[in-house]
């Protein structure tokens, strides 16, 4: 397992990219540095959460109280990471969920206090699904309820630029 999780993580390091013999410029890209592990999860310094076993990239929103409507701002707003986040579906939910005796049915390397979380698909023009992990259920209700609901953004696993660098190689 942790070759796995080598593997994929080793992937996101920093890559030399446009090398150009008569400018003499190298373009690097910027990777961040990993804080944590957690078994299949890796976070990295920008807060991204790398699922080695899914190939998706997480990230946690604000651990407040957060409507649909909301919830579906604060994604389209992200660039962390070169952007091309969105809400979650139920089964991408799902499979984040673990159960276990203790209640933190989801890694701590989210570092959210959540029951509810919204999914991106909806029952009508007022209702979306949620997923609940302290029993691992999904449910329909009210976009505008915000009450004990949190937002977690997602996107498959990519190679992005954060920062351009472009060093003058020398003789």
């Known amino acids: 397992m942790q070759n796995v999780v080598e593997l994929?993580?080793?992937?996101?390091?920093?890559?030399?990219?446009?090398?150009?013999?008569?400018?003499?410029?190298?373009?690097l890209l910027y990777c961040p540095?990993?804080?944590?592990?957690?078994?299949?999860?890796?976070?990295?310094?920008?807060?991204v959460i790398c699922d080695c076993f899914s190939g998706f990239e997480w990230l946690a929103g604000p651990d407040k109280d957060m409507s649909w409507e909301a919830g579906c701002h604060w994604v389209k707003?992200?660039?962390?990471?070169?952007?091309?986040?969105r809400l979650p579906t139920l089964n991408e939910l799902?499979?984040?969920?673990?159960?276990?005796?203790?209640?933190d049915n989801?890694?701590?390397?989210?570092?959210?206090?959540?029951?509810?979380?919204?999914?991106?698909?909806?029952?009508d023009e007022s209702s979306a699904w949620g997923f609940n992990f302290l029993?691992?259920?999904?449910?329909?209700?009210y976009k505008t309820l915000s009450?004990?609901?949190?937002?977690?953004?997602?996107?498959?696993?990519?190679?992005?630029?954060?920062?351009?660098r472009t060093q003058k190689i020398s003789d």
């Open 33 to 47: 540095e990993i804080v944590a592990r957690d078994g299949r999860y890796v976070a990295f310094a920008d807060k």
């Open 147 to 164: 009450r004990r609901f949190r937002v977690l953004a997602v996107r498959p696993r990519r190679y992005h630029t954060l920062r351009k």
């Open 135 to 141: 029993p691992g259920n999904q449910f329909w209700t």
């Open 77 to 85: 707003g992200l660039s962390t990471g070169g952007g091309g986040w």
């Open 8 to 27: 994929r993580t080793r992937q996101r390091g920093l890559e030399k990219k446009n090398i150009n013999d008569k400018t003499a410029h190298v373009q």
């Open 94 to 103: 799902r499979g984040l969920f673990k159960m276990n005796k203790n209640g």
């Open 106 to 123: 989801l890694s701590p390397l989210f570092g959210v206090s959540m029951t509810d979380v919204w999914s991106c698909e909806t029952q």
